[in-house]
C-alpha cells in the first residue's frame, strides 16, 4: 500500500502563487512515475501535470504551461507543484497519484494511476 497526503492548497486572489506538497509513504517512491491531476465541481478529473521516476520527463496541461511546474525529491518522498499567476479557472481539488506500472514516460490518464491522495483545495478569487 502506498499513502499520498497532499498539503499546501488555499484560498488566494488571481495572480497568485501556492506551492502544493504530496508526502508519499509505503512504497518506495522513486519506483513511481507521479501526477497531478484536479477536479472541479461538476467537471471531469483532469490531467494537469506529471513527472517521471527519475524526474527527467516531464507533461504539462497545455493551459498551465508557464505557470505551473512539477518537481519532486525522491530523497525526501516528495512531489511538489508550484503553482503560480492562478485564474479562477484553476479553481479545484487537486490530487496526486502514483502509477508504479514501470513505465518510464508520465501518463495523462487517471486510469493508469495506482495510489491516490485526498486532495487539497484550491480556491483563487477574482
Known amino acids: 500500500q502506498v499513502q499520498l497526503v497532499e498539503s499546501g492548497g488555499g484560498l488566494v486572489q488571481a495572480g497568485g502563487s501556492l506551492t502544493l506538497s504530496c508526502a508519499a509513504s509505503?512504497?518506495?517512491?522513486?519506483?513511481?512515475?507521479m501526477g497531478w491531476f484536479r477536479q472541479a465541481p461538476g467537471k471531469e478529473r483532469e490531467f494537469v501535470a506529471a513527472?517521471?521516476?527519475?524526474?527527467?520527463?516531464?507533461s504539462l496541461l497545455d493551459s498551465v504551461k508557464g505557470r505551473f511546474t512539477i518537481s519532486r525529491d525522491n530523497a525526501k518522498n516528495t512531489l511538489y507543484l508550484q503553482v503560480n499567476s492562478l485564474k479562477p479557472e484553476d479553481t479545484a481539488v487537486y490530487y496526486c497519484?502514483?502509477?508504479?506500472?514501470?513505465?518510464?514516460?508520465?501518463?495523462?490518464?487517471?486510469?493508469?494511476?495506482?495510489?491516490w491522495g485526498q486532495g487539497t483545495q484550491v480556491t483563487v478569487s477574482s
Open positions: 513527472i517521471s521516476r527519475n524526474g527527467v520527463t516531464k
Open positions: 497519484a502514483a502509477d508504479f506500472g514501470g513505465t518510464y514516460l508520465p501518463s495523462r490518464k487517471p486510469t493508469e494511476y495506482d495510489y
Open positions: 509505503g512504497r518506495t517512491f522513486s519506483r513511481a512515475a
